[in-house]
């Protein structure tokens, strides 16, 4: 006991002098709302600039700082990224200092460091270096993006950033591609890109920006001084074996007034040219226009595509002509140009067995066929836009003529015939939108779409098939299925929006008109070669009038972290449709309520969360509804005997998307739920020769889950981008085969990774891999399941041998494994070549795809209940010499 009490006098004698010694500020740090902040830096310092003290906030903004200097002048320094510094003079120790900080925008300097790439952060806008991604190898602006950490580009072009699609492609911040951005990443040389941007809640409408609610992210390339000055490009010619051609030529500028990309190209060697005319943002433009049309009804069959890059699997001899140009009248003021011409003609072979399972049931079938495709696409789009801060106007103009035939050979379960489809869809539209901001902040907004196409087809089949059911069970020599279906459609509106601080109110009102008339007649060739007409059952003369008039109100609150919106669309429908023939004459109104919730809160600034939901009542279209037998291909054969389709749709989303810029690491996860109520369910009767389609009025549900989440990572040690992500999906649903229900469950759960790297100055080397596992069952019914897994894997290494001397090795490979069919294995490799004249401009380039000279490849693929085995007749070994001149 005694030594405690000396143990503890020593502490006391030898503490007391020091805390008098001490001296204490103490202070609270707050925004200005008054709110406290959290981890602020605390530094207190001379007047020199030394720092004599430091700490950090509390979760009460509360801080204390101690410290023994006796010197005069001193100041408290408070900082926290996404606020202003604020310095105050040290007056009284005794005296509480409360400091209200001031929100700034995020400018965080570019991080340079030798070696390393950087990023820089200006608000809503990242900037990547291009140079610092780019490697010798490298030619296009799309070879150095898929290299940027949180920057995602997928075979067919597409280009996501943290897990979103971007809605568009800038080039100094004109839009010139709209979204057909695939050209522009091909084309721009990434030499002539000094920076390459992401915006983040990117709003292209001037007008708009004051209180922000886009959510889309967009891309814009920041072009070089000198690459502005002239037109640039390049021509490419390549002659290979066996009788292969590539040829292109590309010229481009990117002047302030004047920006075009213009493009011709033509080969035979499985390139398809038709993707550069890819619309990635398509869905979300027909759901604006709201013009629920059906596609098309007749095909040549279902053949399916093998799951392997087109060049390694296409069968082609296709050219495009691709041109885009802008021009900018004034700063506010710009007409764009984008005509496009595409031709291809491809052959397919492919045979196919098929088993759906049912309980007690197996439906088999196997399948020959071999395809001569003339697809044609012709789209002119004129579009004049005038956007300024006090109004902004937008006219698109569009013509689109795509005439597609199909002639082809199929062997049905051992039976043989001959088939041609001709498809010619025009379609002409005009979207008109104008928007004026009043002297008092609100605006006004007029809209107006108008739309005009038609779509015949026409189905030959030689000689008949299916006598039993098309023919009175005798033998014949042929069909002919037509279908016509001309359609007009309009969608008005006026709104007006009321600005009141960072709260916005919009209300619409509007209408829109859709009118439509199936044609339809199935005829039947004898062995003498009479026509005649089937039967009126297989015929159609349907006319559809679906009008709608609804009003919106909206409203959204803009805050510095949080951003809501709240939609309440209220509208009344009135659908009639009438077929003579048939004795159908029917009508249906409807009144609607679908609204939708959103919200966006800045947890930091660079993270947010998100969260949504909505409710959607949707009615279905003429598609539905035709009551007369189509024969959509030469085994389905397809009709409704149920009212029109109503959908009661609940879905709600949460999503987390998380950057450390500085640190090059970007990470988004985010989960899906619906729950859709259906009135009609199709019914098909499945036999081994012929499937057939009736919908009914049946009341059923399906019911959808999914989540993933992704992660992408700059290892500047390794000087190597990594990415990895999981996605999942679970829907229950049900299907009606053969008078039986039978309620699904099906489940997919997928995952990837990669890593771009450069290994040495002269050498770099990429990997990717995607394993994705799908079980389908039978709900109480175990002997009706399938599971499907699948891993697939792809590796380049690109070296420079010498100084002009470039060569890549490339590889992929493919294991498919399903439980009762046996196992597949592919294994693929490339090599290529090229040699840089520096002086003359050239590249010369030899290369050698499939190697291995694989001829046949074979393909699972799995659906609820049904598993189908394809074999695909694909290109072997093909070897090319090019010559590019670049200017």
Same mark, same amino acid.
């Given at each position: ?8 006098l ?5 503490g ?5 010694a001490?001296?204490?500020?103490k ?46 002048d ?30 700034e ?7 340079v ?17 291009t ?7 490298d ?8 290299k ?7 075979e ?53 920006r ?19 000055l ?11 074996t ?33 993707n ?20 098309s009804?007749?095909?040549a069959?279902?053949?399916g ?25 004034n700063?506010?003021?710009q ?16 045979n ?12 088999r079938?196997? $399948? ?35 005439p597609?035939?199909?002639n082809?050979?199929v ?11 001709s ?22 907004n ?11 087809e ?9 006598e ?35 709260f916005?109110?919009s209300?619409r009102?509007?209408?829109n ?29 349907? $006319? ?6 609804y009003?919106?109100?909206?409203? $959204? ?5 949080l ?23 029917k ?36 598609d ?8 959509k ?7 409704n ?9 609940h879905?709600m989303?949460a ?22 109520t259906?009135?009609?369910i ?14 009914l009025?049946l ?17 500047f040690s ?18 009606l ?24 100055n ?44 470039f ?18 294995s592919?294994?693929?490799a490339?090599?290529?070549m090229?040699y ?5 401009k ?9 190697l ?36």
């Amino acid at each position: 006991m005694k030594k405690q009490y000396i143990v503890t006098l020593l502490f006391f004698l030898i503490g007391v002098p020091s805390l008098f010694a001490q001296k204490q500020i103490k202070g609270k740090v707050k925004d200005a709302k008054g709110a406290p902040i959290v981890s602020a830096n605390i530094n207190l310092k001379d007047k020199e600039g030394s720092i004599l003290s430091f700490t950090r906030t509390n979760a009460k903004g509360e801080f204390t700082l101690s410290f023994t200097e006796d010197t005069k002048d001193i100041t408290l320094e408070a900082t926290i990224i996404g606020f202003a510094k604020k310095i105050v003079s040290v007056t009284e120790l005794n005296k509480t200092y409360d400091l209200t900080l001031e929100e700034e925008q995020i400018n965080l300097k570019t991080v340079v460091v030798k070696n390393r790439p950087s990023l820089a952060v200006n608000g809503d806008t990242l900037s990547y270096k291009t140079s610092d991604f780019a490697d010798k190898q490298d030619r296009s602006i799309g070879d150095v993006l898929k290299k940027m950490p949180g920057i995602e580009v997928a075979e067919n072009g597409k280009i996501t950033y943290n897990g979103k699609g971007i809605s568009a492609l800038y080039q100094d911040g004109d839009n010139l591609l709209d979204d057909k951005y695939s050209i522009g990443t091909k084309a721009i040389p990434h030499a002539a890109v000094d920076k390459v941007q992401v915006i983040e809640n990117d709003q292209p409408i001037k007008m708009l920006r004051k209180n922000n609610m886009s959510d889309d992210v967009a891309i814009n390339l920041v072009i070089k001084d000198e690459a502005k000055l002239k037109v640039m490009g390049d021509i490419k010619a390549g002659l290979g074996t066996p009788s292969r051609f590539d040829s292109e030529a590309n010229a481009m500028l990117f002047k302030k007034k004047i920006k075009f990309i213009n493009n011709i190209k033509g080969n035979n060697i499985g390139i398809d040219p038709g993707n550069d005319l890819t619309s990635f943002n398509m869905s979300d433009y027909m759901r604006r226009i709201d013009n629920d049309k059906p596609g098309s009804f007749l095909s040549a069959g279902a053949a399916g595509v093998p799951t392997l890059p087109q060049n390694r699997s296409l069968f082609n001899k296709a050219g495009l002509t691709n041109l885009n140009n802008l021009f900018k009248l004034n700063k506010d003021l710009q007409i764009r140009a984008n005509v496009s011409y595409l031709y291809d003609k491809r052959n397919q072979e492919y045979n196919k067995f098929s088993e759906t399972y049912l309980p007690e049931q197996t439906i088999r079938y196997t $399948e020959l066929q071999e395809n001569i495709i003339n697809p044609q696409k012709f789209q002119s789009k004129i579009n004049i836009n005038s956007n300024a801060e006090m109004y902004y106007l937008n006219n698109n103009f569009i013509v689109d003529y795509a005439p597609n035939k199909i002639n082809s050979n199929v062997v049905i379960n051992g039976t043989g015939a001959g088939q041609s489809l001709s498809q010619k869809t025009f379609d002409i539209s005009n979207e008109f939108n104008y928007r004026k901001r009043l002297k008092s902040e609100n605006t006004i907004n007029l809209y107006s779409y108008l739309n005009r196409s038609t779509q015949p087809e026409v189905l030959n089949i030689r000689p008949g098939l299916n006598e039993d059911i098309l023919n009175n069970g005798t033998p014949f020599a042929g069909l002919d299925q037509y279908v016509k279906l001309p359609s007009w459609y309009t969608n008005n509106y006026m709104s007006f929006g009321l600005v009141n601080g960072k709260f916005t109110q919009s209300y619409r009102t509007g209408f829109n008109l859709q009118h439509q008339q199936l044609n339809s007649e199935l005829y039947r060739i004898q062995n003498n070669q009479t026509t005649e007409l089937i039967s009126s059952e297989m015929t159609n003369n349907l $006319e559809w009038l679906k009008g709608k008039v609804y009003i919106d109100g909206s409203y $959204e609150y803009s805050g510095e972290k949080l951003k809501t919106s709240l939609s309440l669309p209220l509208s009344y429908q009135s659908i009639s449709y009438n077929d003579p023939s048939k004795g159908v004459d029917k009508k249906l109104n409807k009144v609607f309520l679908n609204p939708s919730f959103s919200a966006k809160y800045q947890t930091s600034p660079e993270n947010y969360v998100s969260a949504n939901y909505s409710f959607r009542n949707e009615l279905g279209g003429l598609d539905d509804v035709y009551t007369g037998t189509i024969l959509k291909n030469y085994r389905s054969l397809f009709a409704n005997n149920a009212p029109i389709s109503e959908r009661k749709t609940h879905g709600m989303g949460a999503a987390f998307n998380f950057r450390r810029a500085m640190q090059m690491f970007f990470f988004n996860a985010g989960i899906n739920y619906s729950n859709t109520t259906l009135n009609t369910i199709s019914s098909f009767t499945l036999s081994n020769n012929i499937q057939q389609r009736v919908v009914l009025p049946l009341e059923n549900h399906v019911k959808s889950l999914s989540g993933q989440a992704n992660a992408s990572k700059y290892l500047f040690s390794l000087r190597s981008t990594i990415n990895a992500g999981f996605s999942y999906t679970n829907s229950q649903f049900d299907q009606l085969q053969n008078n039986r229900l039978l309620p699904f469950d099906s489940k997919t759960m997928a995952y990837k990774a990669g890593i771009d790297s450069k290994i040495t100055n002269f050498m770099t080397w990429s990997y990717t891999a995607n394993y994705s596992v799908t079980a389908n069952r039978l709900v109480n019914a175990n002997a009706v399941k399938t599971n499907y897994q699948q891993i697939r894997q792809q590796s380049n290494l690109t070296f420079t041998a010498f100084k002009s001397v470039f060569m890549k090795i490339s590889a992929e490979h493919m294991y498919t494994k399903q439980s009762s069919q046996s196992d597949l294995s592919y294994l693929f490799a490339d090599f290529n070549m090229r040699y840089k004249f520096t002086k003359l401009k050239t590249d010369l380039e030899f290369g050698v795809t499939n190697l291995a000279n694989i001829k046949k490849f074979e393909a699972i693929n799995i659906s609820a209940n049904a598993l189908t085995n394809g074999t695909y007749y694909i290109p072997g070994r093909v070897a090319m010499l090019k010559a590019t001149f670049n200017y």
